[in-house]
């Protein structure tokens, strides 16, 4: 009964009026909400800038913890579908309350890997994962911000992290003879990294940010992990990652055959190197 009473001390009651965004996908995140009645639709934009439903939650359903649990901006937008009454806890509290209760953050990570899961579904090179594969590649991710400007990742550097743009936009651009050329602009709902994670080679380009990004991030050990569980989802990133090579090779044919050649490579990793 402590637990419950310290609760009521920290949860207050909101009504919000019916077709009103309680936020939207890049606002900073202020608060958790349990709903008590009424209905909250969760949209995000597709890679064409539709707008596309990740889910419509009912009474005793929550919502807003993504951000607050991984410290970035708003994930996707909520909007009471009908006139809604909530329980919302500031983010001050909800971090106070993750500090008298840790085993709290086991109580929702399930509802973070399901949220990112939904997010999941707008990516084309994941469409052939079932909803259960969806929820374990969900919780292997992680939401990342960046700021207008912001290097992701730099040409020539190890890393074999893979990226989702879910909001704003990404340039991938190296550098010939000194200067520096764009090789492709990716918006929401497009994957980068591919080639350096297929590979085990440095990038083979610079990722920046051309706008204020928030991205879902997927380290290389945990895609290692998750991929004799879908293997189905490789086909897509080679043909992505050749692409990409073709694309290379077009900017600068005089040195393509220093251009990762992404079939044998894969073919290595393929026959048990990774």
Not at 188 to 200: D, H, P, S
Request: with cysteine; net charge negative.
């Amino acid at each position: 009964m402590g637990a419950f009473d310290l609760l009521s001390t920290l949860f207050e009651v909101e009504s919000i009026p019916g077709k009103q965004n309680i936020f939207s996908v890049g606002d900073e995140a202020k608060k958790f909400y349990v709903i008590c009645e009424g209905c909250v639709r969760i949209s995000s934009i597709d890679g064409d800038g539709n707008d596309f439903m990740l889910s419509m939650l009912k009474k005793n359903d929550v919502f807003g913890e993504i951000a607050l649990l991984e410290h970035t901006n708003r994930t996707a937008t909520a909007r009471a579908f009908e006139p809604v009454l909530v329980l919302s806890i500031t983010k001050a509290k909800f971090d106070r309350l993750f500090e008298v209760f840790p085993e709290f953050e086991a109580v929702l990570k399930p509802f973070v890997a399901h949220r990112t899961a939904n997010t999941l579904k707008k990516v084309k090179a994941f469409t052939k994962l079932t909803v259960d594969k969806m929820e374990v590649l969900g919780g292997l991710m992680e939401f990342r911000d960046y700021e207008k400007g912001r290097v992701i990742e730099l040409e020539g550097e190890y890393s074999a992290s893979l990226y989702i743009v879910v909001q704003g936009s990404v340039s991938a651009s190296c550098v010939r003879s000194g200067q520096e050329t764009l090789l492709s602009v990716t918006e929401g709902g497009g994957v980068l990294g591919e080639m350096a994670l297929l590979t085990g080679r440095e990038r083979s380009a610079t990722l920046k940010a051309l706008e204020n990004t928030q991205c879902l991030k997927l380290g290389g050990d945990k895609f290692r992990r998750f991929l004799p569980f879908a293997p189905e989802i490789m086909d897509d990133l080679v043909k992505l990652a050749q692409q990409r090579r073709r694309r290379s090779i077009e900017v600068d044919a005089e040195n393509s055959l220093d251009i990762v050649d992404v079939d044998n490579d894969v073919e290595n990793k393929l026959a048990g190197r990774w």
